[in-house]
């Protein structure tokens, strides 16, 4: 509730607003350890895409999303090769950042980037649940069905950081906030949602 009360000003020029439900599937999600590879299988994925305009803009939107799945983590070594699942798990993205509308017409075309956190909660009770900063990149566009409905298509990379840092600056001119970090686990998601504009 508190990043929609600060979001509040820049939405209060032009109350529309869209709400899109998807559904797709998520690939990738390697890591190499000192032992072998951990490998998270693909599976479907889930969520929603809540988007505001940005100051009255027509062109630039704020977007909130929230992606779930159910997956299992696999270990390969490399000593034998075998392969065996070590535990199921859900994961969850949730994101806050903005899209960028870049075509006109029935079938618009944008691009996303948003930031936030992904939480991992493994189902056996020996390995404990952990939450990492992520980044997700991506390229959509929807189809116009009607003035309240529109099929949406969207494909994005999901990169939770392994390791980050942040510092904070501050001087007379005002604060700044300076983050970095890297990823060894990158995934990617394709999905088909409806877009249903209020």
Same mark, same amino acid.
Do not use: A, C
């Given at each position: 509730m508190a990043l929609f009360a600060l979001c509040a000003p820049a939405v209060a020029a032009q109350p529309a607003f869209t709400v899109t439900p998807f559904s797709g599937r998520v690939f990738g999600g390697v890591v190499d350890t000192r032992d072998g590879r951990l490998r998270i299988r693909e599976a479907a994925d889930y969520g929603v895409n809540l988007d505001l305009p940005y100051r009255g803009s027509r062109d630039i939107r704020m977007r909130f999303s929230f992606t779930t799945y159910d997956t299992s983590v696999e270990e390969r070594t490399d000593l034998t090769g075998a392969s065996r699942v070590?535990?199921?798990?859900?994961?969850? @993205?949730?994101? #806050?950042?903005?899209?960028?509308?870049?075509?006109?017409?029935?079938?618009?075309?944008?691009?996303?980037?948003?930031?936030?956190?992904?939480h991992f909660s493994p189902r056996d009770s020996a390995y404990s649940s952990e939450t990492r900063l992520s980044m997700h990149f991506g390229l959509g566009m929807e189809t116009?069905?009607?003035? @309240?409905?529109? #099929?949406?298509l969207q494909g994005r990379l999901m990169l939770p950081f392994n390791d980050y840092s942040g510092s904070l600056f501050c001087g007379s001119g005002g604060c700044t906030l300076a983050v970095s970090g890297g990823s060894s686990l990158m995934q990617a998601d394709i999905t088909a949602g409806l877009a249903i504009h209020f």
């Open positions: 070590l535990f199921d798990m859900r994961v969850d @993205h949730y994101q #806050l950042g903005g899209s960028k509308r870049i075509g006109e017409g029935r079938i618009q075309t944008y691009g996303m980037g948003t930031f936030g956190v992904t116009r069905l009607g003035k @309240h409905l529109g #099929l949406n």
